[in-house]
């Protein structure tokens, strides 16, 4: 039989997302950053994803590994108001 799937709480998907905005990112206690960067060079903005994998030996009940992919949006005050109207 497979494993459950990996399920997180939005309090840990909204920590991963702060930890984006750190040079370099933030970790966790049950994520490590495995891809700190990744940026076009041709692109003209400062938006970049980072890449959290789940850290071996922290899966529960046989859950499986799990990475998750953070999209970090620019500082500038035009788009955090777009980004806020999306997430609400």
């Known amino acids: 039989p497979s494993p459950p799937a990996a ?9 991963l997302a702060l930890g984006a905005y750190s040079d370099p990112p933030d970790e966790t206690s049950e ?3 495995d891809l700190p960067s990744i940026r076009d060079p041709e692109e ?3 938006a970049k ?3 959290y994998m789940r850290r071996a030996g922290s899966t529960l009940n ?3 590994d799990l990475a998750v ?3 970090r949006g620019t500082l500038d005050a035009h788009d ?8 609400v």
């Open 7 to 15: 399920v997180l709480p939005l309090w840990r998907l909204a920590e």
């Open 44 to 46: 003209e903005v400062e």
């Open 69 to 71: 992919l953070v999209f």
């Open 31 to 33: 994520f490590r950053c």
């Open 62 to 64: 046989g859950a499986r």
């Open 80 to 87: 955090a108001l777009r980004d806020m109207d999306t997430v």
């Open 49 to 51: 994803m980072v890449v």
